[in-house]
């Protein structure tokens, strides 16, 4: 099969490291154009472009592709037999559906219809689900709404966060994409259409997701702070200050009230929602680095209504 790669992430790198190894013909691969990082700004390729590079395969990478006639042109000069896209950051138009004769095909990291959207890791995760998943799919024009090829379950430990979780969900995605591709092209996969009414929605994260609201259980509040890693992570207001929390479980229930805090046998406990209690251990006071919940103890000294409640 002649293909064409759409991908930006390290978490699609290895469906395309992958698909070399299978030997299919990698005629082309897309990817955003480089992005200043880093504290010194420095212009910087996208893990996609950096691993094609290592492997040897073109790349492109256009600032937009809905009306980029010079891109358009070039992709159906490459008569591709299909086109991959994997985490690419484009809405891909109606013209790059219609092109090649198997369609666009993606790898997502939900079992869908569950988790349509941009970050369906991190709301998996922060929802508390113990089972997740990958799922490849024939794009259509809607929003992760195309039919399922073929889906492969994967289990959230309660260790994981979002972090821990999106390389092994990227393998079985690579793997996954492999086997689709190979049975497309052997006419045993039969697309199913997805169940709209069962659909949820992975949005993409903002800053005040990561607002903890004491209110929620203390199992709710960790699983948001396990879901939301990178960012935005899960922090509240201590004396008026941004207060990280960068480790915390749920445990025994103390009488607390919501955001209420108590030191306990050198331990940091705030008062969640239903009765719950939430255990501090590692925080990070603004403009500070992460120090344990002993260090918080003895250099802050917290009283009981320090904490925002919301």
């Given amino acids: 099969m002649k293909l064409v790669f759409c991908g930006t992430p390290q978490f699609a790198v290895p469906s395309l490291e992958k698909l070399a190894a299978a030997g299919f013909e990698l005629q082309l691969v897309v990817t955003q154009p480089d992005r200043p990082q880093g504290r010194g700004m420095e212009m910087t390729a996208s893990r996609v472009k950096q691993a094609a590079v290592r492997l040897g ?66 709301w998996a995760v ?69 169940d ?13 997701d990561g607002q903890i609201d004491f209110k929620r259980t203390a199992v709710e509040i960790c699983n948001r702070l396990r879901g939301f890693q990178p960012w935005p992570g899960a922090y509240t207001q201590f004396r008026g200050r941004n207060l990280k929390l960068v480790a915390a479980r749920a445990t025994e229930p103390a009488g607390l009230t919501p955001g209420e805090l108590r030191i306990g046998n050198e331990s940091l406990l705030a008062g969640c929602g239903e009765g719950t209690t939430l255990e501090l251990l590692q925080v990070q006071p603004e403009g500070r680095k992460p120090i344990s919940a002993r260090e918080f103890i003895a250099g802050y000294r917290p009283g009981p209504q320090d904490l925002a409640a919301s």
């Fill in 126 to 194: 922060a929802s508390g689900e113990t089972v997740t998943g990958v799922t490849t799919m024939r794009i259509d024009e809607g929003l992760d709404t195309g039919d399922v090829l073929l889906q492969r379950e994967i289990g959230i430990l309660p260790e994981d966060n979002a972090l821990t979780i999106a390389p092994r969900l990227a393998q079985s995605g690579a793997c996954l994409l492999v086997e689709t591709l190979r049975g497309v092209e052997q006419g045993s996969i039969h697309p199913v259409s997805q």
């Fill in 57 to 122: 395969l073109p790349v492109v990478q256009p600032e937009t592709i809905k009306k980029n006639e010079e891109f358009q042109q070039k992709l159906a000069a490459l008569q591709p037999d299909a086109i991959i896209v994997v985490g690419y950051g484009r809405i891909v138009p109606t013209w790059m559906l219609q092109l090649p004769p198997y369609g666009n095909i993606n790898v997502h990291a939900s079992l869908l219809p569950k988790y349509r959207g941009a970050a369906p890791i991190q």
């Fill in 196 to 208: 709209n009414a069962q659909a949820t929605l992975a949005r993409i994260l903002k800053k005040e």
